[in-house]
């Protein structure tokens, strides 16, 4: 148990030769600035990994109180779920240590959130491949679909901490329904288009950071393969990671996690590279499946895969379930969210390793598989029943 442990108690711990580490990255001041967290492998090895260096997986109470908004409850509700299910864990990432250098360049992962989620909302995920030499930023969008995000104005307000905070705008349904969220996925393309180029200044040693740091980001240069890029979302995400993908050309592959792809209905999504799609089982309407299917069957030549976690809600490609539980589907059994994380993860990187090179060995994630391969499914499912509580 872990209150009996001397290590407190944390997210999963990434199954990769690295010690993950992590930074935040605010390019510059004003809205239209960047803001996205890094987590890299560090010039640690596993066995290295330093709990003192570990962090609160929130950083601020708004994200708290955004993610209430979501399910129409209050902060304090929340808090007493996270409270009761343990406390809120620690990232079992290094703060701003130093990043791997061996000779070898990082390729780069850029995650984006779903609606209503934040920089931070996938950590395992994150970690997961940080731990296997991989840099993935983790944008957060500033078009107000994240739970909260902030700004600063000036270096004036950087010193004095005084944010200004982009408060969630709640999903409403109607004649103007598609239009909104059109809008919000194209501002959200440009935000990724915007971090890719930054994560090549970034290489280029030429990348700025506002916020307080220890961590130069010179540490960086030279180290990304920014030819080895991967763009990967989930929900929302995944529609913002397609149309990037189908109007950018430097992304080098796609991993979608439970795509939304009513934001999408009306592009033309040409894409001629290789993506998977790794579904949960009980997000799926049949209008998103067969959107799905439409860009598997419209291939270009290039490789899809499609993959459906059972026993999964659209909380399982998150950090959720380990820190409060499951909030979705209350009566359908569950998948042990450590287990439906590695089977998302383990997916994950023997796509990458086919198409990346990385890790160079998949052989431990083919034999989990094959291990829990009644747990998940190839292709699509189409669940029936409606959820009994929305997130």
């Not at 104005?153 to 103007?176: C, L, N, V, Y």
């Not at 890790?359 to 029936?384: H, N, R």
Request: glycine share 6%.
């Amino acid at each position: 148990m872990w209150w009996k442990s001397a290590m407190p108690k944390h997210l999963p711990l990434a199954l990769g030769p690295w010690a993950p580490a992590s930074m935040d990255v605010m390019s510059g001041f004003g809205r239209d600035s960047s803001f996205y967290r890094l987590y890299y492998p560090s010039a640690f090895t596993s066995k290295e990994n330093n709990a003192a260096k570990w962090f609160k997986w929130s950083p601020h109470d708004k994200y708290i109180e955004g993610f209430a908004q979501l399910i129409n409850s209050w902060g304090t509700v929340i808090k007493m779920v996270i409270w009761m299910n343990g406390g809120e864990p620690m990232v079992p990432a290094m703060w701003e240590a130093l990043p791997l250098k061996n000779g070898k360049k990082l390729p780069v992962i850029v995650f984006s959130h779903g609606f209503g989620a934040t920089r931070f909302i996938s950590s395992t995920i994150g970690m997961e491949l940080a731990s296997w030499g991989y840099l993935v930023a983790c944008i957060e969008h500033r078009e107000s679909s994240a739970s909260s995000t902030y700004y600063y104005e000036s270096a004036e307000h950087r010193d004095r901490d005084q944010r200004t905070w982009i408060p969630h705008k709640k999903m409403e349904f109607g004649p103007d329904h598609y239009a909104v969220r059109n809008e919000q996925l194209h501002k959200r393309v440009g935000e990724i288009k915007k971090l890719i180029t930054e994560l090549e200044e970034l290489n280029n040693g030429k990348a700025t950071n506002i916020l307080q740091s220890s961590l130069d980001m010179k540490h960086f240069q030279g180290t990304l393969d920014m030819s080895s890029l991967c763009l990967m979302g989930h929900s929302f995400g995944g529609a913002t990671s397609l149309l990037t993908m189908a109007n950018d050309d430097r992304p080098s592959c796609g991993v979608i996690l439970d795509g939304w792809m009513f934001p999408l209905k009306e592009e033309n999504i040409q894409i001629a590279k290789p993506l998977i799609f790794i579904n949960t089982q009980t997000f799926h309407i049949e209008s998103n499946i067969h959107s799905i299917n439409k860009i598997v069957e419209n291939n270009n030549g290039a490789e899809r895969e499609v993959y459906t976690i059972m026993h999964t809600t659209h909380e399982t490609q998150t950090d959720t379930p380990h820190i409060m539980g499951y909030w979705l589907n209350w009566f359908m059994t569950k998948l042990d969210p450590d287990v439906g994380t590695k089977i998302n993860n383990h997916l994950t990187l023997i796509f990458l390793h086919q198409h990346l090179g990385i890790p160079p060995s998949v052989a431990d994630s083919k034999l989990y598989l094959e291990q829990y391969k009644k747990d998940f499914i190839k292709g699509t499912y189409v669940y029936s029943k409606m959820p009994r509580r929305k997130l």
